[in-house]
C-alpha cells in the first residue's frame, strides 16, 4: 500500500512552526508496514491544494490531508478536497449540536462559519475529534483511501491513534498480522540503552525492536509480524522479560501511552498512601504533574513551594543552621525539605526537591545540579544527587527533576 | 519567484528525525519574500527523488534539494539530480586534495566513496561547507536555478546563510523588502479576534495580517512589503494602534518570542512587586510557571498548593464556614485564597485558583469552571470566574487557568 501525507498550512511552509504530526503519522504508520514516501506541505491555497490532492489520489492508495479545519476564511481543506475528488461535503447534525452546546456551556460567542467544523465528506465517514471541535473525515472509493485530520497535534494526534490506526489496522489485516508492545523507560541515554537492549535480545528471532525518545521517557517498542496472536505473545514475553531484567532500575511501564506519573499514582491509590512535596527548583512542577492525573485527590492534598531560602524556613520550619552549614542545593536540605513537608500536610510520604535550573551556576554548583530527598512514614529518608544536562536549558532540567522524584518515588513504591 | 523544498531522507519519511531544515531555510526565504509554496519530502530512492526534482524543476524558477550528500550508498541524491537536469558531475580537484589532507591529518581511513563529496553539478559553482566534508552545488539554467545542500543540520544552516543567502539576495537585486510585526493575545477564540482586527484594518492598504494560535496565546502578524523601513514602521505602528485600541484587555506583547509570563514577571520586577498563590486545580502550576522565567527569585519566594479542601483550611486557614457556605469553586473561596496566600508570604500580591479541572463535575458545577482571585495589598481583592474548554482536556483547563491568572495580573499590574 503506497501513502503520501499532505499538511496543509501557511504557517508550515513559512517555517513559523515544524511539522511534527507527519513524522508522529510516518512512525504511526510504520508499524503496520506502510511507508508514506512522498509527505508535501503546502499553504493554505486552494488551486494548490486541489492539484496536489488529485496528483497523490491518482497516485496513491492511501491519502493524508493534514491541517486547515479551523472555522476562519483560511481554513479551506475541506472544500479542496471536495472539489479534488469531486464529492460534496455533509453536516453532522449530532456534532453541529454539539459545538453549539460547547460555545454555550463556555459562554463564547459562536460563529456562524463554525458549522464548516462540523462538515465531513460527503460518501464518507466523520472522525471523533477528542479535543477539539473539528471532525476529521475517513473516505474510500475505487480501492483508493483519503483521510482528512485536524492541524493542532494535541488534536491530530488522539485521531491517528484512536481513529486511523484501528481502521487501518482493519484494512492490512487481510495481508499482515502485526503485534506489538511498547515498554516505556527513564533515566537512561538511549544509545546506552539500546546497545544493552540488542546484546539480551541478540538470540530472540523474530522480533523487531525500535527505540524513540519522549520527552519524559524513551520507548522501547518490539513488533512481530505474521505470527499467531498466541504465538507473537509469547515471543513479546520473552523479549520484555530479558530487558526488564537488565533494565530494571529505569523500566516503569507497558504501553504507549503509558506515562510515569500515572503509573506512580496508581501505586499510591492501590496502597492507600497519600504523597506531598516541598518544591525549591521545581517551583511547584512535581505537585501539578501529580494534579494531572484524574483521581489525584486519592493520594494528594497539598504541598508547599518553598522557592527562596526564607520560604524554606517560614513555610517549613528548616532551621537556618542547615542550610547555612549544608548550603540550600545540598542532600541535608533536601532530606529536610521532604520530612518537613510530610509532617506538615500529616501525609505518608513528602519529596524535597532543591538544585540549579539555570542558567546560572548557584553556590559555586553547576546547572543542573539537583538533590531530591524522599521521606516515607516508618522508613530512612533517602537523597539522591542528579547532574542533569543543563545544556538542554532551564525548563528540561525542572522537568527531569520531575521525572526522577517520580522514579525514586515509583522504585520505593515497587519494593 | 516560485521556489520548492525537496528534503530528502528515508530517516525523515519514516518519521525516525524530524526535518528542521526546511522551516530554517523557509524562514530565511521569507526574508526576501520568497514563498516555497510546494515542500517535499522523499526516502532517498533514485526514481523517486528523479521524478520529483524534475517536476519542480519544470515547475518552479527555485529549487532546494536537501540531504543525502554523503559517501554512502544510500546517499544518491547529486547522481539523481545529474539525471534530471540532464548534465554531469565535477570533481572539485582542489576540494579533493583538501578531503584527502583532512583524513589524513585526523589519522582517519578515507574511502574511495569519498570522493563524491568533492563533487557538484557541471556547469554549476560548488557551494563551501563550513563544518563539513561535502560540498553544496549552485546551478542556473534558462531562469531556473538549483541549489543542492547538505543534510546535517549544522551543515546545512551555515551553508544557507553563508553561501545561498547573498546568492540569492543578488538574483532578487532590487530585492524585496519584508517589515513584519508580531502581536500577541490571549483569553479570545482566534475566529472573534481576526473578525475584529479584519474590521478595524479594513481602510488600511499594505498591511497583510496573518494569525497563528500558539498553545498560550494567538499571534497576529503583520507584514508590509515593499515600503521603505521609515514608512513600513508607520504603517505597522497604524495597524498596531488600530488592533490594540480594540483589544486591549486581551493584548499582552509584542514580539515572536514574547510570553505572557516573561511580561509579567518582568513587570514586577520593575515595580519591586513580589507574588505568591495558593493554588487548587492548577495544582502549583501558575508557580511553576513564574519559576520557568530566569531571574523569578526577584519576584518570587514561595507558596502553596492546596488542592483538597483540608489543605485550604490548615495550609492556609480558610474558615470551614467560608467553603461550606459557597463552596470550594466560589467567589469567596477564591479571594480568601489569594489574600491568606499574600498574608501567608507577606507579599505585595496573592493569586488563588479554584475551579474543576474535569472530566467529572464538581458540586454540581461542570469541569472547565474556575474561579481565580487576586489580593493587591492596599486595593480591594479581584475575582474572576472563567469558563474553559474543557472538551480540550483536564490539563488544557489548568493550563488555560494559568496564563488567565497571568492576564487577570497584567491588567492590574499596567493599570
Not at 487501518?168 to 533515566?187: E, Y
Not at 511547584?284 to 484524574?294: A, D, R
Not at 547532574?387 to 525548563?395: D, E, F, M, N, S
Request: proline share 4%.
Amino acid at each position: 500500500m503506497n501513502a503520501e501525507i499532505i499538511s496543509v498550512g501557511t504557517e508550515i511552509v513559512l517555517g513559523q512552526i515544524v511539522n511534527t504530526n507527519a513524522p508522529f503519522l510516518a512512525r504511526q504508520l510504520a508499524t503496520l508496514g506502510i511507508t508514506a514516501d512522498r509527505q508535501l506541505a503546502i499553504p493554505d491555497q486552494r488551486d494548490l491544494m486541489v492539484e496536489a490532492i488529485r496528483s497523490a489520489w491518482q497516485r496513491s492508495s492511501l491519502v493524508f490531508v493534514c491541517g486547515g479545519l479551523g472555522p476562519t476564511a483560511d481554513d479551506v481543506t475541506l472544500a479542496a478536497v471536495a472539489a479534488a475528488l469531486g464529492t460534496d461535503l455533509t453536516v453532522d447534525q449530532d456534532h453541529w449540536q454539539w459545538i453549539k452546546g460547547t460555545f454555550k456551556q463556555r459562554h463564547k460567542v459562536m460563529m456562524p462559519e463554525n458549522i464548516q467544523q462540523a462538515k465531513y465528506l460527503t460518501g464518507g465517514t466523520p472522525l471523533v475529534n477528542a479535543v477539539g471541535l473539528a471532525l476529521g473525515s475517513w473516505y474510500e472509493r475505487d480501492g483508493h483511501r483519503l483521510v482528512v485530520l485536524p492541524g493542532p497535534p494535541r488534536e491530530f494526534k488522539p485521531m491517528v491513534t484512536r481513529e486511523v490506526m484501528p481502521r487501518l489496522a482493519k484494512v492490512i489485516g487481510q495481508h499482515t498480522q502485526i503485534t506489538s508492545r511498547t515498554l516505556n523507560f527513564f533515566g537512561r541515554p538511549e544509545s546506552e540503552l539500546m546497545d544493552e537492549v540488542a546484546t539480551v535480545t541478540a538470540d530472540l528471532t523474530g522480533v523487531t525492536i525500535t527505540s524513540y525518545v519522549q520527552p519524559d521517557a524513551i520507548q522501547v517498542r518490539m513488533t512481530v509480524r505474521n505470527q499467531a496472536q498466541a504465538e507473537a505473545n509469547r515471543l513479546l514475553d520473552t523479549a520484555q522479560a530479558a530487558i526488564v531484567a537488565k533494565e530494571a532500575p529505569f523500566f516503569f511501564g507497558v504501553g504507549d501511552d503509558c506515562r510515569l506519573v500515572n503509573v506512580v499514582v496508581d501505586l499510591l491509590r492501590q496502597r492507600g498512601l497519600r504523597v506531598t512535596a516541598a518544591e525549591s527548583l521545581t517551583g511547584g512542577m512535581f505537585q501539578s504533574t501529580i494534579c494531572s492525573v484524574p483521581g489525584a485527590s486519592n493520594v494528594f492534598d497539598g504541598g508547599l513551594v518553598t522557592y527562596a531560602a526564607t520560604a524554606k524556613e517560614h513555610l517549613l520550619g528548616i532551621a537556618p543552621e542547615v542550610i547555612e552549614k549544608n548550603g540550600v542545593v545540598s542532600a541535608a536540605t533536601a532530606a529536610q525539605m521532604a520530612e518537613k513537608s510530610r509532617e506538615k500536610l500529616n501525609v505518608a510520604i513528602g519529596l524535597g526537591f532543591t538544585g540549579v535550573a539555570g542558567p546560572d551556576s548557584l553556590e559555586g554548583q553547576p546547572a543542573g545540579t539537583v538533590w531530591i530527598g524522599l521521606a516515607i512514614e516508618g522508613q530512612p529518608t533517602q537523597t539522591k544527587l542528579c547532574h542533569l544536562g543543563a545544556y538542554r536549558g532551564r525548563q528540561a532540567v525542572r522537568r527531569q527533576s520531575v521525572q526522577a522524584g517520580l522514579q525514586m518515588l515509583y522504585q520505593a513504591l515497587i519494593k
